[in-house]
């Protein structure tokens, strides 16, 4: 699987939009972008995944670029409770199942 | 519904003791993994069940570790001789269908700690 770059850490102003960058610079054709946050204490909670267009749910948006070597998950609103660790994880849409492999993520702390 | 359930949230236990963890996916799922988390680090892959099999046991560490799933439902983790490095979160998650790009959905997991 292709290895994934995000920054250790980010601040965002309660109620701005938070912009979590990653870089998966070795991802291949067939890899996916998976977006996961873990808010202390909990297991690991899905957010959103793309392969080439641009994907939105209830959660966040995901903007991935044309040469997919990079993307951002948007989490346009937010609020005190999105603080958490964000993993950006690059996997197989293969139809073998396919574990996570997770790096150390963004801390994302939302300030009042 | 009812999501992954965990047992017990937490287990202290001291070195060279055998414990197990109880995992409950969600009903109807079919695929479930099991994950370690160590304090500051991402959660790291140890195996994955396809129904009753263990698919891929690739990520458990040494041949203390072992799980089942015999009827295809709930598992179990189970550590013998535990040592202090085991120490960790132990997540399990599970997906409807094994690959692709199935949601996996993770439980509260299970503190151990090994004295």
Known sequence: DAKTTQPPSMDCAEGRAANLPCNHSTISGNEYVYWYRQIHSQGPQYIIHGLKNNETNEMASLIITEDRKSSTLILPHATLRDTAVYYCIVGSSSGSARQLTFGSGTQLTVLP | ?115
Do not use: M
């Not at chain 2, 236990?13 to 304090?39: F, M, N």
């Not at chain 2, 009753?52 to 041949?63: E, I």
């Open chain 2, 1 to 115: 519904g009812a999501g992954v359930s965990q047992t017990p949230s937490n287990k202290v236990t001291e070195k060279g003791k055998y414990v197990e963890l109880r995992c409950d996916p969600i009903s109807g799922h079919t695929a479930l993994y099991w994950y370690r988390q160590s304090l500051g680090q991402g959660p790291e892959f140890l195996i994955y069940f396809q129904g009753t099999g263990a698919a891929d046991d690739s990520g458990l560490p040494n041949d203390r570790f072992f799980a089942v799933r015999p009827e295809g439902s709930v598992s179990t983790l189970k550590i013998q001789r535990t040592e202090r490095g085991d120490s960790a979160v132990y997540l399990c998650a599970s997906s409807l269908i094994a690959g692709g790009t199935d949601t996996q959905y993770f439980g509260p997991g299970t503190r151990l700690t090994v004295l």
